[in-house]
């Protein structure tokens, strides 16, 4: 398998298409993946949602037909999907700054090329992983919509921890029956623009069960059984904790034969004691690629 390879082929086909539909499930079938895991790929690998980068090559395409003359602003706006010149005018006008009639006539245009991806292993950290087989449990605790923070402390997070009384945390502790027998972290439901640190999701904090009970006052998010890949590293934190994150979508998932599933990202840590060596396990859902 060559994912680089797949995704840059399908990345021609979009390029092929700007002018016309693109079918999506042609496009994740070329890459060789669900369409869902095209998009997550994707955005993970260009920092972008892949509607907004097909939006701006399409703008992009439109600067070059509108300086060379190529017909009038109804029809580029047309050749590149808007049903009216008002909406592409506005569209052009808030990416490029200027109005699509004066493009002919400016000294400059703005462009937005087309991408390839190519894979850059930074080095430096070793990545410790396993896939496991994990049966059906639940994830039970305090839930709440929180924004999207890469680096750093997230303080909304930070403030729901604060939010759990002790009487709350003992009884999470009274639940836990699988291996995992510490607080989990567990993040879903993110909104499209995770990767530009855009938006918010939804944060669990909790336990980890297989329990069949009534569990009063908490939230509870069921998941299904399914593959992990289950990664353990040690250093200081959070920033050991959020490189690895990084290298995971960056790095190992395109290089692996793997692809994500949907579901909750789960992180837990050991020992708290000593900021500079906490250990920590980040769980991801993945299935093998056919």
């Known amino acids: 398998m060559n994912m680089l390879k797949d995704m840059n082929e399908a990345l021609q086909y979009m390029e092929e298409h700007l002018d016309s539909d693109i079918d999506f499930q042609e496009v994740a079938d070329i890459a060789g993946v669900s369409e869902y895991h095209f998009r997550k790929l994707f955005s993970y690998l260009s920092g972008m949602t892949l509607s907004s980068y097909i939006r701006n090559r399409r703008l992009s395409q439109a600067a070059f037909d509108l ?18 010149a008002d909406g592409f005018s506005r569209a052009f006008r808030e990416w490029s700054g200027v109005h699509p009639s004066e493009v002919k006539n400016s000294g400059s245009l703005k462009l937005f090329p087309r991408l390839t991806f190519q894979l850059t292993i930074q080095g430096g950290m070793d990545m410790d992983y396993s896939i496991a087989e994990k049966d059906a449990f639940k994830l039970v605790g305090i839930k709440k919509r929180v924004p999207i923070v890469f680096d750093g402390q997230n303080q909304e997070i930070m403030n729901l921890a604060g939010s759990i009384t002790a009487e709350q945390r003992e009884k999470l502790g009274q639940i836990r029956n699988t291996e995992v027998k510490t607080v989990v972290n567990a993040s879903f439901n993110f909104d499209a623009g995770r990767n530009e640190e855009q938006g918010e999701l939804d944060h669990l904090i909790g336990s980890i069960t297989t329990l069949d009970a009534d569990f009063g006052e908490f939230d509870v998010v069921s998941v299904p059984a399914g593959s992990w890949a289950i990664f353990k590293m040690e250093g200081p934190f959070p920033g050991v904790l959020q490189e690895t994150w990084a290298k995971i979508f960056s790095e190992w998932l395109p290089s692996s034969n793997y692809e994500l599933r949907e579901g909750p990202e789960i992180s837990f840590n050991g020992d708290m004691s000593d900021f500079e060596k906490v250990y920590s396990e980040i769980w991801i859902p993945v299935n093998k690629q056919q």
């Open 67 to 84: 300086q060379r003359g190529s017909g009038r602003i109804l029809d580029v706006a047309v050749k590149y999907g808007y049903d009216s």
